[in-house]
């Protein structure tokens, strides 16, 4: 047999393969090094995941939607059943996997197959014209997405510049390509744009491609979604600007407007809603299944339209989920998890987070909240590492206390289908950071992609991650986004087309899908521009445009796409300017929205110098392993899987990556000791100062001086001091301190720090008085007089309070009941606010 070997580093990966495997040993020979050649190895071992994945589809399931991974049947939607939804949303008979593949095959560079493809799609245009009830939502993202995103890459990418010789065939496909995927496209626009035609104008969420929406039972109709209603907003609006007809974007963004403007005081959106009833179903909100996409598209769309309105929605939301929303996160805290809470009094409703949420990582790192990123993606690791997977709902606490738990009580929703979002979060952090630990990551996932989930004819995910049974089924977005995200993560060479400099003037973002998605305003029909000349109108190579302008309904094209101004709410309460302490040069700003004017710097490069060859930051985090220690209640494996943390599945502790990346820095460089900080003892809990309604109209801003002159030395107030005007209106997460404990910044709290904060309960001989001046040692009350405790502000309104940070307020009324009554509110002789008989550490009145 001869092998035709077209690089030194495969021949050595063929020769050490067949060794290594005569000799038992470990396959993996470049034993996380992570060298280029490693790395190159990896995405095409990725790239052959996707071979084995699309061959398997092409030979036992196309044209169905899909095929079955076990059986190796075509699977397709239930005929039987119509309420069987959970198979129907997605699966219309239209060949799915392909339609939400094609950018895939682009980007895999499969020439032939993408040829194969287009000729099959093209031979069958009316292939939308089914009898079957789809999900309007999964059909938007997965085909209406799938077909712009090829239409746009065969159209705008090739035809301008110079192509590299590894593109010539794509730039030939193109030259080929008259447009028929957008006539694909507006076809299926028509069929699923009746869903918003309602009175109420909130879609109903399923329709019959062929017969419409009267053909879908109204049982089907009463539950929508958040994000379902929302999210083909950007989707249906470029299909508005692609074809030149309105009706897309006016529907859609009728819908998102209104339900913007339905926002609680909180500025919270719930989940569910009942379009035909026009009644919110429930209060709850979060980040993950039912509102995701609602957030990720208020940001891309802003990104893709240039669109302040919708960047607005996204930094109000991101605000509140901060607030009211937000666990964790802090300064010194190693983990940030988004819990479920009430949409009107922002009080947590469940102790559960979902496998979907996993996509606000990437999300953040997107909109240059990195910092933020790295916190809430450890604790999807972490999730990874006990379960090599993440369950569709996880419970992170449990109410019931002393008794013992198992893997199953941390498991509400028990399936795993291979979902993309971890791995999509990953490949976001390694393009941010290049730190190697994201890699390591991505090598464990395709590790267990070959060995655990990987069948004759695709691969299948967790039924039961309890278990371990696995589910036959493979669905579209496992080709189309799972491996597409891993094989994009291993190309650091910026070899694959979306990170090539012929997208790098794009403004491109990924679709909720994976699409590759952008517009350019050149692209608009000729019949748009007809106030420009000729020259100036950018050649589409596209005759449909002629037939749009036919087909598009007279009555449509009268649209006044300034209707309402599409809702849009978007008017922040007034901030009344409250002044600020009468100092030299002194000067105030928004913190929140001050932090959206740049990208947050990469915090891993502080690590050690960036001059050093093998390291990764992850472990200069202090608090790498706090999650475990916090969690360990809910981070146990399930029996089927090994029991120890050292058998190389905790992917920060597999042992050849750990040694390689740990060897940088040294005993006397701060910067790496290797040791985690302690776990914290302190009691943490919020605290909702006035009404919580009010919370938008408060003012929390940051004290900073204008001039460079002004000598700092002897000032009470530093910059980056806060000043909020008026105890009201607050939500405080409050640290409650103790002598003898260690709190969250890893701090052996002293009872000389103790009594040097409550110099008011303590006599001129340093002993303690209790409220009538008596000596006393006891120490009781939640947050009441207590004698031994001192009370420290880590958030307030979903900002972070850092380390020698003070707040700032106006004097106020004291509020004191009488002899024998706990006074609510207090300032102590030097200044600082006393809540409920305890000092508060960094919260003082600003007296001129």
């Known amino acids: 047999m001869i092998f035709r070997l077209v690089h030194s580093s495969y021949v050595l990966v063929f020769i050490t393969l067949f060794v290594g495997k005569a000799l038992g040993t470990d396959s993996n020979i470049f034993n996380s090094s992570f060298t280029p050649d490693h790395i190159e190895y990896l995405k095409n071992e990725a790239h052959d995941l996707f071979s084995h994945a699309w061959s398997s589809y092409m030979k036992y399931g196309f044209p169905a939607d899909e095929v079955r991974p076990i059986t190796c049947e075509p699977y397709g939607p239930d005929y039987e059943d119509n309420t069987n939804t959970a198979r129907n949303d997605a699966l219309g008979n239209t060949s799915s996997t392909v339609l939400d593949n094609l950018d895939t095959l682009i980007i895999m560079e499969e020439w032939d197959q993408l040829e194969q493809m287009l000729e099959y799609l093209y031979n069958n245009r009316d292939i939308f014209n089914q009898d079957t009830i789809v999900q309007v939502f999964e059909f938007s993202i997965r ?42 496209a507006y076809d299926l626009g028509l069929r699923l744009i009746p869903a918003y035609k309602t009175s109420t104008r909130i879609p109903v969420p399923r329709i019959n491609l062929a017969k419409g929406v009267l053909k879908v039972p109204t049982s089907l109709q009463r539950d929508a979604c958040t994000s379902g209603a929302t999210t083909p907003v950007m989707e249906f609006t470029l299909l508005s600007k692609l074809t030149g007809d309105p009706q897309f974007e006016h529907y859609t963004q009728l819908t998102f407007w209104k339900l913007w403007a339905s926002k609680s005081p909180l500025n919270l959106l719930p989940m569910t809603i009942d379009p035909i009833a026009n009644t919110w179903k429930d209060s709850l909100t979060g980040i993950g299944a039912s509102i995701d996409s609602f957030y990720e598209y208020s940001a891309k769309a802003s990104i893709i339209f240039n669109d302040n309105f919708m960047w607005s929605v996204f930094k109000t939301s991101y ?60 604790m999807y690791l972490k999730i990874w590492d006990h379960f090599e997977s993440i369950p569709e709902r996880w419970v992170y606490s449990h109410y019931t206390k002393g008794e013992t738990l198992t893997s199953e009580d941390s498991i509400v929703l028990e399936w795993y289908p291979l979902r993309p979002e971890f791995i999509e979060s990953t490949y976001y952090l390694f393009r941010a950071t290049r730190d190697p630990m994201y890699l390591q990551i991505g090598e464990r996932v395709l590790n267990l992609l070959k060995t655990k989930f990987k069948t004759k004819c695709g691969f299948n995910g967790y039924q039961d991650v309890r278990t371990g049974e696995l589910q036959n089924r493979m669905e579209s977005f496992v080709i189309g986004e799972t491996l597409k995200y891993l094989y994009l993560l291993f190309d650091s060479k910026d070899e694959s087309l979306l990170h090539t400099n012929l997208m790098s003037n794009k403004n491109w973002v990924f679709s909720t899908e994976a699409h590759p998605l952008w517009y350019n305003h050149k692209l608009t029909p000729s019949y748009m521009n007809s106030s420009k000349d000729a020259d100036e109108v950018y050649n589409f190579r596209n005759p449909l445009y002629k037939r749009f302008l036919s087909m598009i309904k007279s009555e449509e094209r009268l649209i006044n796409s300034n209707e309402a101004v599409y809702f849009r709410n978007i008017t922040l309460p007034s901030v009344p300017d409250n002044g600020i302490p009468k100092v030299d040069n002194l000067r105030k ?29 992850y472990y200069a985090l202090d608090n790498l392993f706090s999650p475990d220690f916090t969690f360990k209640d809910s981070l146990m494996k399930p029996s089927y899987l090994s029991s120890t943390s050292l058998d190389g599945s905790y992917v920060e502790l597999t042992k050849p990556f750990f040694d390689k990346f740990t060897m940088y820095g040294k005993q006397s460089d701060d910067s790496l000791f290797l040791q985690c900080s302690r776990p914290h003892d302190t009691e943490v809990f919020d605290l909702f100062m006035g009404n919580i309604t009010e919370i938008n109209e408060m003012e929390v801003s940051e004290l900073y001086y204008d001039s460079k002159k002004t000598d700092k030395k002897d000032l009470i107030i530093i910059d980056g001091d806060l000043w909020v005007p008026e105890l009201n209106a607050l939500r405080v997460c409050i640290e409650k301190l103790r002598a003898g404990q260690v709190d969250t910044r890893n701090v052996l709290i002293t009872q000389e720090y103790i009594q040097n904060m409550r110099q008011d309960d303590y006599n001129e001989n340093g002993i303690c008085l209790t409220s009538d001046g008596s000596s006393s040692k006891d120490t009781k009350g939640f947050i009441g007089k207590d004698i031994g405790v001192v009370l420290r502000i880590t958030k307030i309104n979903g900002l972070q309070v850092k380390p020698g940070m003070i707040i700032w307020t106006l004097p106020f009324e004291p509020h004191r009941p009488g002899p024998g009554k706990q006074s609510v509110i207090d300032v102590t002789s030097d200044g600082r606010v006393v809540l409920q008989g305890n000092v508060v550490e960094n919260l003082m009145v600003w007296y001129d």
């Open 143 to 184: 085909s209406l997405g799938g077909l712009l995103s090829a239409h746009l890459l065969l159209t705008d990418v090739t035809n301008s510049g110079v192509v590299p010789a590894r593109y010539r065939r794509l730039q030939a496909i193109s030259a080929a390509y008259d447009g028929f995927l957008l006539e694909l």
């Open 319 to 378: 605000k509140a989920l901060l607030t009211h929303s937000a666990r964790g996160g802090g300064s010194f805290e190693g983990s940030m998890i988004f819990s479920n809470v009430g949409t009107n009094d922002g009080v947590s409703q469940s102790n559960w987070i979902d496998s979907l949420g996993a996509f606000w990582t990437g999300l953040q790192v997107l909109t240059g909240q990195l910092n933020d990123a790295i916190k809430s993606h450890l």
């Open 589 to 617: 700003k928004d913190p929140f929205f001050d932090r959206f004017e740049q990208c947050e710097t990469n915090p891993f490069n502080k690590c050690s110098g960036d001059k050093t060859f093998l390291k990764s930051g």
